[in-house]
């Protein structure tokens, strides 16, 4: 295995390895499930990613053909990873999940629940 | 002709499956090509019933183009985002914000949803009934929330909107 291609894999994991920690910082320190959902959806995107590139270099270079089982992976994530996150934040507005100290517009939580028109409300919630 | 149509009413869907198939196997030796063949008839079929009609991607090229625009954009978005993560806390002023949708058909909204949660920072939360307001819920709420919907309407939907020339 040459140089140039070791290097490349291992920046590639270091880069995922520092962004799915990130991640899981985040979602350890942030403080409501609003913004916590923001982490996951971080750490699936470019720290996953990076991590199955490099695994898609490094096993066609041992295997001698391109091995594409990785990417599939990343194919589904793509998918599968904003449907969850929408599913979470929708279900957390419908239970009225407390929301964070400096959180603007609450008031949308309301309107989106119960399907009011956001015109009626665009005054009232401009000037939170 | 016909006869070819109903038994592939999405030939698109079908490649996709087939190549799907091949991918997972690692291989492209005639057994699998004609296994990976039935599925990519018999799935079709079945799914049939269960279809839509939705609006067509009529610009290729210009999906494309969005595809790596919105990767360039995760990239950049992800380094902003952990780096607000790892500052202090306190500094995080997240919101929620409406965003007027242009665009009425599910599948373009879909797919604008999705792209506004793939990309760090923000997150779809829940789409109104008359399908007009996306809510959406952003980790550093910028002073003045225009902006956020305005990056949003002027970079995403206006890609989306060309993609499927509605």
């Given at each position: 295995?040459?140089?140039?291609?070791?290097?490349?894999?291992?920046?590639?994991?270091?880069?995922?390895?520092?962004?799915?920690?990130?991640?899981?910082?985040?979602?350890?320190?942030?403080?409501?499930?609003?913004?916590?959902?923001?982490?996951?959806?971080?750490?699936?995107?470019?720290?996953?990613?990076?991590?199955?590139?490099?695994?898609?270099?490094?096993?066609?270079?041992?295997?001698?053909?391109?091995?594409?089982?990785?990417?599939?992976?990343?194919?589904?994530?793509?998918?599968?990873?904003?449907?969850?996150?929408?599913?979470?934040?929708?279900?957390?507005?419908?239970?009225?999940?407390?929301?964070?100290?400096?959180?603007?517009?609450?008031?949308?939580?309301?309107?989106?629940?119960?399907?009011?028109?956001?015109?009626?409300?665009?005054?009232?919630?401009?000037?939170? | 002709?016909?006869?070819?149509?109903?038994?592939?009413?999405?030939?698109?869907?079908?490649?996709?499956?087939?190549?799907?198939?091949?991918?997972?196997?690692?291989?492209?030796?005639?057994?699998?090509?004609?296994?990976?063949?039935?599925?990519?008839?018999?799935?079709?079929?079945?799914?049939?019933?269960?279809?839509?009609?939705?609006?067509?991607?009529?610009?290729?090229?210009?999906?494309?183009?969005?595809?790596?625009?919105?990767?360039?954009?995760?990239?950049?978005?992800?380094?902003?985002?952990?780096?607000?993560?790892?500052?202090?806390?306190?500094?995080?002023?997240?919101?929620?914000?409406?965003?007027?949708?242009?665009?009425?058909?599910?599948?373009?909204?879909?797919?604008?949803?999705?792209?506004?949660?793939?990309?760090?920072?923000?997150?779809?939360?829940?789409?109104?009934?008359?399908?007009?307001?996306?809510?959406?819920h952003v980790l550093q709420m910028p002073d003045d929330e225009q902006e956020v919907i305005r990056f949003i309407k002027d970079r995403y939907e206006?890609?989306?909107?060309?993609?499927?020339?509605?």
């Amino acid at each position: 295995m040459n140089f140039w291609l070791e290097l490349t894999v291992s920046v590639l994991l270091m880069i995922g390895g520092i962004f799915v920690l990130v991640g899981s910082i985040g979602l350890f320190r942030l403080k409501d499930a609003y913004t916590r959902l923001h982490a996951p959806t971080k750490a699936t995107t470019v720290g996953l990613g990076g991590i199955l590139l490099s695994s898609v270099i490094y096993m066609s270079h041992l295997q001698g053909y391109i091995n594409i089982h990785a990417l599939l992976i990343t194919l589904f994530l793509v998918i599968t990873a904003p449907v969850t996150a929408h599913i979470l934040a929708k279900v957390a507005m419908h239970h009225k999940v407390k929301t964070m100290e400096p959180t603007q517009n609450e008031g949308l939580v309301d309107t989106a629940r119960e399907q009011k028109s956001v015109d009626d409300d665009a005054g009232s919630s401009s000037d939170n | 002709m016909s006869l070819l149509s109903r038994l592939l009413p999405t030939p698109g869907r079908s490649a996709i499956l087939l190549v799907i198939w091949l991918m997972l196997n690692v291989t492209v030796s005639l057994g699998h090509i004609i296994f990976g063949s039935v599925f990519a008839i018999a799935i079709p079929l079945l799914c049939a019933p269960l279809q839509i009609s939705q609006p067509r991607i009529k610009k290729p090229l210009k999906a494309l183009k969005y595809f790596f625009m919105v990767l360039g954009d995760v990239v950049v978005a992800n380094v902003q985002v952990a780096i607000l993560v790892l500052g202090p806390i306190s500094r995080i002023k997240p919101g929620f914000v409406a965003v007027p949708l242009d665009i009425k058909e599910i599948r373009p909204i879909t797919i604008l949803a999705s792209t506004v949660t793939m990309t760090p920072g923000t997150v779809t939360a829940e789409l109104s009934k008359d399908k007009r307001y996306l809510y959406v819920h952003v980790l550093q709420m910028p002073d003045d929330e225009q902006e956020v919907i305005r990056f949003i309407k002027d970079r995403y939907e206006s890609a989306i909107k060309e993609m499927f020339q509605c």
